[in-house]
């Protein structure tokens, strides 16, 4: 069986934020100066954000990039 | 969760921004219900007089400023310097979504304002102008206001659900 794989960016923003203090969503929004809908959306996926505002968001958790966003193979 | 649990829920959820595009919509509607009320109850004689349709236009534009200057006042005086803010790329990712659609909606009002035009003009068939004098500056107010109402409409789903990738 032909397994198709395709590529989708996910985070670990909730889980940051609950270590982070238990930041609410209205914190880390007004941190990167975006809205709370904003931080909404890319934490479940269904926005990418611009290259600036993921590096304001692993600037906020003092991570790299790489740990707050991954790349990876969903297969379908 | 009950219902009343339900809806503080949903009012704490929606943004500043979701309120401003709720009251222009609200505005928008009123607009083209005042618009084609004040159609449908005219006389045959109002209809095709010009200065009946010029005051309608006038009221029209009149209420229109008059409301959106009062909504932003409203907004103003409620917000906590939320105005102010300019939008993130997000929010003016979906301001050109709800444009794209009121682009497609505006252009397809002129060209079928020009054709009716043209039917009027060169006198083919039997058109429906005989009955509904300036039919073609109707159909580009219409088209007007379909297009302001599915911009707002637009812009509220998409900044709700988050699928702007469509």
């Known amino acids: 069986m032909i397994s198709m794989s395709e590529y989708a960016i996910s985070n670990s923003i909730r889980t940051l934020r609950f270590l982070y203090n238990e930041m609410t969503q209205k914190q880390l929004a007004d941190a990167i100066g975006v809205t709370r809908q904003t931080v909404m959306a890319i934490e479940a996926n269904k926005y990418s954000p611009s290259l600036e505002v993921a590096f304001k968001i692993a600037a906020v958790f003092k991570l790299p990039l790489e740990e707050v966003f991954q790349y990876r193979a969903t297969n379908t | ?166």
């Open chain 2, 1 to 166: 969760m009950t219902r009343s649990e339900q809806l503080k829920e949903l009012l704490q959820s929606i943004s500043f921004r979701e309120l401003t595009l709720s009251i222009d919509l609200l505005v928008s509607v009123y607009i083209s219900f005042f618009y084609v009320d004040s159609l449908i109850n005219a006389t045959t004689e109002q209809l095709a007089s010009v200065s009946w349709l010029s005051g309608l236009l006038l009221q029209v534009l009149t209420y229109s400023v008059v409301l959106m200057v009062l909504s932003y006042l409203l907004l103003a005086f409620i917000s906590d310097n939320e105005l102010k803010q300019p939008l993130d790329v997000r929010e003016k990712q979906i301001n050109l979504i709800g444009y794209k659609y009121k682009a497609v909606i505006l252009q397809v009002g002129i060209c079928i304002a020009i054709f009716q035009y043209q039917i009027e003009a060169n006198g083919w068939g039997p058109a429906i102008e005989y009955n509904i004098p300036y039919l073609p500056m109707h159909v580009m107010v219409g088209a007007f206001l379909i297009a302001e109402i599915t911009n707002y409409i637009a812009q509220l789903y998409k900044g709700r659900t988050g699928d702007i990738y469509e």
